[in-house]
């Protein structure tokens, strides 16, 4: 035993004379045991991107041929083929985190219990409320924030790659470039995935953590079978189909009126016109209030419901 | 202060009563054992104490309500509820950066010190670890925090002989101070006997008996009784009778030592035969959930 650990039960103990650790201090160190307990968070978009890259490495055999015919003049569908991997790749990885935030959510509360973990965080001075929203920033926010970097990554080198390929062949650089607008396409998808995929599907992301805080078995099918159900009731009691629609409008896409297919955001629409309509609509609002009501349930039951 | 304060602390679950009215006094730096069969409320009583439970009565542990004040109270309380709930993905290291990192009470050198004396590697996952070893990984963890109370609630179970003796030697010999509490629930009476200053009996969702172990001392004689002394004995009026090789043995509660030693071989009970005893006497089965 050395001096240091000598000197603790000995010295006279200053209860109140420690100094505090702040709270933002717990919240990184709570996202952080995420990230050590699911490297899928960031596993997952690295093996999308790779993808991808290994696709887009075998079609850099017809990239010369494709630029010269774009360059003669039948330009229209040719274009369009050089641009296409972009987007295909951005939403490879794209695919690949929605998988990844949809099965963590459904974990996050529940695993903890079922593998008795809980009783091992909650013997640890860090309150319910922090671990609960560590974990839907996860969803929230650092996902729609890997996915970016790892996308952006990818085109990068994908760029790279065509204009190497391009030189070497002697062929113009310049008409790829104007064609395939990297910081306009990286704006748009950095407002896409944090706008869109982090704070317009926030209330998805809740309900799926209010679910696993509550589940004692199965979350998944708790998770899925309410909403179905209320659907079917309503169909059968009033053979509307409200519940199913507000759902579909609000999941299904983004602010009412906008296009949010990969193509629209990655290429053409300005960021400044979306963001702004993003952050009026009241959909966004009433969706993240709703999500507070969720998280506020999941901190609540993760208070008192033990192992399972 | 008293560490530990209850009144009519009450749980619960449906209509099985788990805690029914337990009136509970520990003063600081006191290591009480809670005693008692399966289901009979150690459990439900010491969640309670750490805030894990809903319960209904009057609660103060530290000064605090473990219901209202748990994220403060968890700054001064550390527990081992069964050492099998280290996450089984987190390498040894990542333990210690966590807690280190969310625990203003966590001394890092003194746990990594204690690591030190076993063959944990540092960059192994808990899951690649035998029992025995996590329970030395968690004991370090919990050893290593400067805390007021420290709660254990059955933390020895499934470990074998040899772990079990390191496990309450370190407990008293490394952590142990006289401004510390230390409550621990166990039907493994025999070998924490020697380490408790207090003792409590729980049956049934009530306390069924309390002593300090001064006062088991001073108060109870266990009688191995020459056969043709028994009559004599049983006018003395004994609150337990057991048959033991043939031979009568006798529990007696403040009688005195000097007239018993005519009797018999005089001995004092060990917490075993002074339980079984009181816990005998009230026949009938444990009733309530083991949680």
Redesign the interface.
């Known amino acids: ?2 001096s ?2 000598q000197a ?3 010295s006279p ?1 200053g ?1 109140q004379a ?4 702040p709270w933002i ?2 919240f ?3 996202v ?2 995420e990230l ?2 699911n490297r899928s968070i960031y596993i997952a978009p690295l093996v999308a991107g790779a993808l991808a890259l290994l696709g887009f490495l075998v079609s850099m055999v017809y990239l010369p041929g494709r630029m010269r015919a774009a360059l003669a003049g039948n330009a229209g569908h040719e274009w369009e083929l050089i641009q296409q991997p972009y987007t295909y790749a951005a939403l490879l990885v794209m695919g690949a985190t929605l998988i990844v935030a949809i099965f963590y959510c459904l974990d996050a509360l529940y695993g ?1 219990r079922r ?6 965080w ?6 319910d409320l922090t671990v609960v929203l560590a974990k839907a920033s996860i969803p929230i926010l650092f996902l729609p924030l890997i996915t970016f970097a790892v996308t952006v990554v990818t085109q990068g080198i994908m760029l790279l790659l065509s204009t190497l390929v391009l030189l070497g062949n002697g062929l113009p650089v310049a008409p790829l470039w104007a064609h395939v607008l990297f910081l306009r396409m990286s704006l748009m998808l950095f407002y896409h995935l944090v706008g869109i995929h982090g704070l317009w599907y926030a209330p998805f992301y809740g309900w799926l953590l209010l679910v696993s805080a509550w589940a004692r078995r199965v979350p998944f099918l708790w998770a899925t079978l309410p909403p179905l159900a209320v659907g079917i009731v309503e169909k059968i009691a009033f053979n509307t189909s409200r519940f199913a629609e507000l759902l579909q409008d609000h999941f299904g896409g983004g602010p009412q009126g906008l296009d949010f297919s990969p193509e629209s955001v990655s290429m053409e629409v300005t960021p400044h016109f979306h963001s702004a309509s993003l952050l009026s609509s009241p959909g966004l609002w009433i969706g993240l209030a709703i999500t507070a009501a969720f998280l506020a349930g999941a901190v609540r039951l993760r ?2 419901r ?2 399972i | 202060m008293a560490c530990i304060e209850a009144r009519g602390l009450r749980k619960t679950f449906g209509t099985t009563v788990a805690l029914d009215g337990i009136n509970l006094r520990v003063e600081e730096g006191r290591i009480l054992g809670l005693i008692g069969p399966n289901g009979a409320g150690k459990t439900t009583a010491l969640n309670a104490i750490l805030g894990l439970t809903t319960y209904q009565g009057e609660l103060k542990v530290l000064g605090r309500d473990p219901g209202t004040e748990r994220d403060r109270l968890m700054r001064d309380v550390c527990f081992i509820s069964d050492v099998a709930v280290l996450p089984r993905w987190i390498k040894v290291s990542q333990a210690l950066d966590y807690v280190a990192g969310v625990h203003p009470r966590f001394d890092r050198a003194k746990a990594e010190n204690f690591l030190t004396k076993t063959t944990i590697g540092r960059d192994r996952k808990v899951r690649e670890l035998s029992k025995g070893m996590v329970t030395q990984l968690h004991l370090a963890l919990v050893m290593a925090i400067d805390a007021k109370l420290l709660v254990l609630d059955e933390p020895t179970l499934g470990l074998d002989i040899l772990y079990r003796k390191q496990f309450y030697d370190s407990l008293l010999n490394d952590y142990f101070d006289r401004s510390r509490t230390i409550i621990m629930a166990t039907h493994q009476v025999d070998e924490i006997e020697h380490v408790l200053t207090d003792i409590m009996f729980i049956n049934r969702g009530r306390i069924a008996f309390e002593s300090t172990r001064e006062e088991l001392e001073s108060r109870y004689v266990e009688v191995t009784v020459h056969p043709e002394k028994v009559a004599a004995a049983r006018v003395l009026k004994p609150f337990h009778e057991r048959e033991l090789l043939g031979r009568s043995v006798l529990l007696f509660d403040g009688v005195d030592r000097q007239q018993l030693a005519e009797l018999g071989e005089v001995r004092t009970p060990g917490i075993a035969d002074l339980f079984v005893a009181v816990i005998g006497n009230q026949a009938g089965p444990a009733q309530g959930a083991a949680r």
Do not use: A, T
């Not at chain 1, 909650?122 to 309150?127: E, F, I």
């Open positions: 035993m050395n240091q650990s603790i039960p000995n103990r209860w420690l100094s505090d650790i201090h717990r990184v160190w709570c952080q045991r050590w307990e903890e593998d008795r973990s809980i009783l091992f909650k013997s640890l001075p860090v309150s208070r008192y033990g192992p």
